[in-house]
């Protein structure tokens, strides 16, 4: 993805004036948090319920340890799958890795070991996989075929690995749960937000695009996965049924034409879209695709959304730049450069900046921003908390020092 940068009017929304640097971008970047600790995890001992009494061993940090062996599998159910943070369909494929590797650990002497950054698989069951799951990405086809299996091998581990471990909700360790700080809100009727998610972000801790679904629900900030078939159908269906002109893409396309939010709604909304109260049409949703990967993964995730909006539009995904600024989660989340920031930064930068606009200037998307940046406020106090609990360091190498000005 290129470096491009949006243009700020200077303004800050409720961010950190820490820096007085004229250019932004908005897009996150995200680097893992305090890795958990080396876990055996037998498929007859997983959680299925985050809020499930699990007895944490001393100095396990939480992890859920059961070392009675398994008499029959156990794979993942709609009830648990739907509990991360989706009311979509068990993925297929994911759902036939997840069982494949529980039956390879039924079968064989290696036991299943998750652990360190991002929950991966560790040992000798990681040996035998991994070697096994190589020989079958290579046979594949296609790049479709591929990139589908990738997803579903990354989303199948990250949801085994992290079964007994992390809430559901929050994405965080059981013992550092913050879901009762959050407060939720309501999100303005006429708008949604997708959150078009790599699957390498899928339960990362320190993930920010979770906090909106958190705070407005999952019908109002809905989770996608890049590369999960199932997800991307269910998306550009609702895309297709709203139309073009109320799908928009905050990305700084280079490429293309990209509109500040002023230039995209000022005086281009009529009254009665915007002040309706109880329309169900979902062809009259406004559609925010928030694009939650890291910065070099999410150049991947803009081509392909271009490719989809152009076989079904034959025109280009519509872009809209932000004025925004510097996350709150630079304090403990390194980035690029200081002038990038979060996922949630982001829709509260977009929620603030339509706030702004005469004729939404009474829908309350302020107050919504609000409820966004306190939620963010209370993962960084979480995630803070952590650090110093486990003895590690809550300040970040800054970096790109050329950036500051």
Same mark, same amino acid.
């Given at each position: 993805m290129s470096k491009t940068m949006f243009t700020s009017a200077a303004t800050s929304f409720r961010v950190f004036n820490i820096l007085k640097c004229s250019k932004y971008t908005f897009l996150r970047t995200t680097t893992?948090?305090?890795?958990?600790? !080396? =876990?055996? %995890?037998?498929?007859?001992?997983?959680?299925?319920?985050? !809020?499930a009494d699990a007895s944490p061993s001393s100095g396990d940090h939480g992890r859920y340890i059961n070392e009675a062996r398994p008499t029959s599998p156990i794979t993942i159910s709609l009830?648990?799958?739907?509990?991360?943070?989706?009311?979509?369909?068990?993925?297929?494929? %994911?759902?036939?890795?997840?069982?494949?590797?529980?039956?390879?650990? =039924?079968?064989?002497?290696?036991?299943m070991k998750f652990g360190g950054l991002g929950g991966k698989l560790k040992g000798d069951f990681k040996?035998?996989?991994?070697?096994?799951?190589?020989?079958?990405?290579?046979?594949?086809?296609?790049?479709?075929?591929?990139?589908?299996?990738?997803?579903?091998?990354?989303?199948?581990?990250?949801l085994l690995g992290s079964r007994g471990y992390l809430c559901q909700k929050c994405w965080l360790p059981?013992?550092?749960?913050?879901?009762? !700080? %959050?407060?939720?809100?309501?999100?303005?009727?006429?708008?949604?937000?997708? #959150?078009?998610?790599?699957?390498?972000?899928?339960?990362?801790? $320190?993930? =920010?695009?979770?906090?909106?679904?958190?705070?407005?629900?999952?019908?109002?900030a809905t989770l996608c996965i890049y590369g999960i078939a199932e997800h991307e159908e269910i998306m550009w269906k609702a895309f297709m049924h709203s139309g073009r002109n109320n799908v928009w893409c905050l990305y700084p396309n280079k490429n293309a034409p990209t509109k500040s939010v002023e230039d995209s709604f000022n005086g281009n909304m009529s009254t009665s879209f915007l002040h309706e109260q109880h329309s169900t049409n979902s062809s009259e949703i406004m559609n925010f695709i928030l694009i939650d990967g890291t910065w070099s993964n999410s150049a991947a995730m803009f081509r392909r959304l271009k490719e989809r909006a152009d076989l079904v539009w034959g025109e280009d995904l519509p872009c809209i730049s932000l004025t925004t600024g510097v996350s709150a989660m630079h304090k403990l989340r390194p980035q690029p450069s200081w002038d990038r920031t979060c996922t949630a930064a982001a829709a509260i930068g977009l929620?603030?900046?339509?706030?702004?606009?005469?004729?939404?200037?009474?829908?309350?998307?302020?107050?919504?921003?609000?409820?966004?940046? $306190?939620?963010?406020?209370?993962? #960084?106090?979480?995630?803070?908390?952590?650090? #110093?609990?486990?003895?590690?360091?809550?300040?970040?190498?800054?970096?790109?020092?050329?950036?500051?000005?």
């Open positions: 893992y948090m305090a890795a958990p600790p !080396s =876990t055996t %995890v037998y498929s007859g001992a997983l959680s299925i319920d985050s !809020s009830q648990e799958w739907q509990a991360w943070g989706t009311d979509s369909p068990l993925p297929t494929q %994911v759902a036939e890795i997840v069982e494949e590797m529980i039956v390879s650990e =039924t079968e064989s002497d290696a036991q040996t035998q996989e991994d070697k096994k799951h190589r020989a079958k990405y290579r046979a594949l086809d296609d790049s479709e075929q591929k990139l589908h299996f990738f997803s579903a091998r990354q989303i199948a581990c990250r059981l013992e550092d749960c913050m879901c009762l !700080s %959050v407060v939720p809100c309501s999100l303005w009727h006429r708008m949604r937000f997708w #959150l078009y998610m790599h699957p390498k972000d899928f339960l990362r801790q $320190n993930n =920010t695009g979770k906090l909106l679904w958190q705070v407005f629900g999952i019908n109002s929620l603030d900046e339509l706030h702004l606009i005469s004729e939404f200037e009474s829908l309350g998307l302020n107050k919504q921003a609000e409820a966004v940046e $306190n939620s963010v406020d209370v993962l #960084l106090a979480s995630l803070t908390g952590r650090r #110093l609990r486990m003895g590690r360091s809550i300040t970040r190498r800054l970096r790109h020092h050329d950036d500051i000005c």
